[in-house]
């Protein structure tokens, strides 16, 4: 195996993307299960540089560092890898929207918790709540509540998505189907008893793009940053464009809810819940030259907890990723997948 170092130092640096990159930004992502190279980005003494060690073995393009997410924080190489990797397990990811004075959305908290554990973890929940704007008296906060789960990210999903304003509600991988009650058209959102036949039919299907996903969270100081890595390896070839999406979800969150029978439990506890979106609310645009089995984009993010957000509890988050198409009428995820944030 050939080693080869690129270093560019001052007077060969290339000129920073548009909009620069954070002082502090110094992902790293390193070799994993059948990638073949380490990718190293940090700025050197002031000036932009760049180090690039590649391990070169079966790869044959290395893509450009772009600025990415929503403050241009995150890091990307693309290249081609052969043999080509055997297509992972399909997931299936729920997106639920609910409500804290909505009583029928207990029933629907459960339901989503029952599809995760009867399907060995391959069912993925993200809920999200949209506040009293949104959703009007089924987000009012009932007396008890400590804090408020609203997300902006979450409003605008559920705005590009035409979500209906009748919770609980749900969309499974974003496919479309036709729906009769209660919406009376076709889309994305049913009611929560029709979840698990959407929930078969995706767990069934074959992806043509396997997702590794690793978060780390940096406990030292009051940084309170989040390293995200990511890598994309398609077992198939796509005739569009795919997007990225990363979410930060919490669980364990204890704050009021009302039940079915109108009791006020002040002791709930609220999983799944959508933080923030690390890329933008709608997905990162995956640009690369073709979509064909073999190829390979590997990612990494940094997200910081606004100082605002002091209430969230790292402890028991985790990141969401899913890769989705966005083009031609389609909005389907091909995969998706969610690990706990560790401790560094």
Excluded at 85 to 104: F, Y
Excluded at 189 to 218: F, H, K, M, R
Excluded at 309 to 327: C, D, E, G, L, R
Excluded at 332 to 340: G, P
Aim: negative net charge.
């Amino acid at each position: 195996m050939k080693k080869i170092n690129i270093i560019f130092t001052q007077g060969s640096t290339p000129k920073p993307p548009k909009g620069g990159l954070n002082s502090h930004l110094t992902p790293t992502l390193s070799k994993g299960e059948g990638e073949d190279f380490v990718f190293v980005f940090k700025p050197l003494l002031g000036v932009w540089g760049l180090v690039i060690v590649l391990l070169l073995n079966s790869c044959k393009e290395v893509g450009p560092v772009v600025p990415w997410g929503k403050n241009g924080n995150a890091t990307f190489t693309t290249y081609i890898e052969s043999p080509v990797q055997q297509a992972q397990s399909k997931n299936a990811l729920i997106e639920e929207v609910t409500g804290v004075s909505c009583v029928n959305c207990p029933a629907g908290h459960i339901i989503l918790d029952t599809l995760i554990n009867q399907n060995n973890k391959r069912v993925i929940g993200v809920t999200y709540h949209l506040g009293a704007a949104m959703v009007p008296i089924l987000e009012d906060a009932p007396p008890g509540t400590l804090q408020n789960m609203t997300s902006t990210d979450a409003q605008s999903i559920a705005s590009y998505f035409s979500f209906p304003g009748s919770v609980p509600a749900g969309a499974v991988d974003r496919i479309s189907h036709a729906i009769t009650q209660p919406y009376g058209s076709p889309g994305l959102w049913d009611i929560p008893q029709n979840w698990s036949g959407y929930v078969s039919t995706q767990l069934a299907e074959t992806t043509p793009v396997n997702l590794n996903l690793s978060a780390i969270y940096n406990r030292s100081g009051s940084t309170r940053q989040i390293s995200i890595a990511v890598g994309l390896h398609y077992t198939a070839t796509q005739s569009d464009t795919d997007k990225l999406s990363i979410f930060l979800t919490e669980d364990s969150i204890v704050t009021a809810q009302l039940l079915a029978n109108g009791a006020d439990d002040t002791f709930y506890v609220h999983d799944h819940i959508m933080r923030a979106a690390v890329t933008n609310a709608l997905g990162d645009i995956i640009a690369v030259p073709s979509f064909v089995a073999g190829r390979v984009d590997s990612l990494t993010y940094t997200y910081t907890i606004p100082a605002a957000s002091a209430i969230w509890n790292p402890a028991h988050m985790n990141v969401v990723a899913f890769v989705h198409k966005y083009q031609n009428g389609r909005s389907d995820i091909l995969q998706s997948q969610i690990v706990q944030l560790s401790p560094h």
